[in-house]
């Protein structure tokens, strides 16, 4: 069963069009939320933390949101060099150490 | 700059090799972590590190080792290579184990034929 799904898998934007980009979890005990954006050919890298449900975080055309099933990752007014493939991962629980799921991503295209 | 650094960035090696991939960081973070990044999966965690001579077994660890003999390297490897392990491979650090802010290194990807 998967622990994070992220959708849509794929999504296209014209500029400035906002949209919104979802992770469910099925974990219980979260101990964190986190966001990354991947550009291809590169790793990703760490955009927000995420702890409680009602907790948002902004970050330029970014916004972060969380609930206690899911969290949106909204963008407002994107631009082309919004393009990437953002992951969402959680940790949860004691015993799991230091140990992250991740989702497989939402890959988001922002056309001029 | 501090940075982390991954090497090969390419590798194109036959079943049955044995296989070392580098991961070396200069922000003197005592966590490193080694994962796996494949089409329909998530990053999978491979091995990690909470400082030195502490290693533990991920969600894949199956094929793979590491050591960790100073803080700033943590090196992969595969002791005999297989088809499934053909892969891209993110290392990563980060400060302390309570926090989700990994510092990932820009990938190394292998290829076993």
């Known amino acids: 069963e998967d622990q994070v799904t992220q959708s849509p898998e794929a999504l296209r934007l014209q500029e400035g069009e906002s949209s919104s980009l979802n992770c469910s979890y099925t974990?219980?005990?979260?101990?964190?939320l986190f966001w990354y954006r991947q550009d291809p050919g590169k790793g990703p890298e760490f955009l927000f933390t995420?702890?409680?449900a009602g907790e948002e975080k902004e970050k330029e055309r970014l916004k972060a949101t969380l609930t206690k099933k899911e969290s949106f990752l909204h963008i407002t007014a994107p631009k082309p060099e919004d393009s990437a493939t953002y992951l969402c991962?959680?940790?949860?629980?004691?015993?799991?150490?230091?140990?992250?799921?991740f989702g497989t991503g939402t890959s988001l295209t922002v056309i001029p | 700059d501090a940075e982390i650094t991954q090497s090969p960035r390419h590798k194109i090696t036959e079943t049955g090799r044995q296989v070392t991939l580098a991961c070396h960081q200069t922000w003197n973070h005592n966590n490193m972590f080694w994962y796996r990044q494949d089409l329909g999966h998530g990053l999978r965690l491979i091995h990690y590190?909470?400082?030195?001579?502490?290693?533990n077994k991920g969600e894949v660890s199956d094929g793979y080792s590491v050591s960790r003999s100073n803080t700033e390297d943590l090196p992969l490897t595969l002791e005999s290579a297989a088809s499934s392990q053909t892969s891209v491979y993110f290392c990563a650090s980060s400060q302390d184990r309570g926090t989700g802010e990994l510092f990932f290194g820009e990938g190394s990807r292998l290829t076993v034929l």
């Open positions: 991962a959680v940790r949860w629980g004691i015993n799991t150490g230091n140990q992250f799921y």
């Open positions: 590190s909470y400082g030195v001579q502490d290693t």
């Open positions: 995420l702890y409680s």
């Open positions: 974990v219980s005990g979260l101990r964190g």
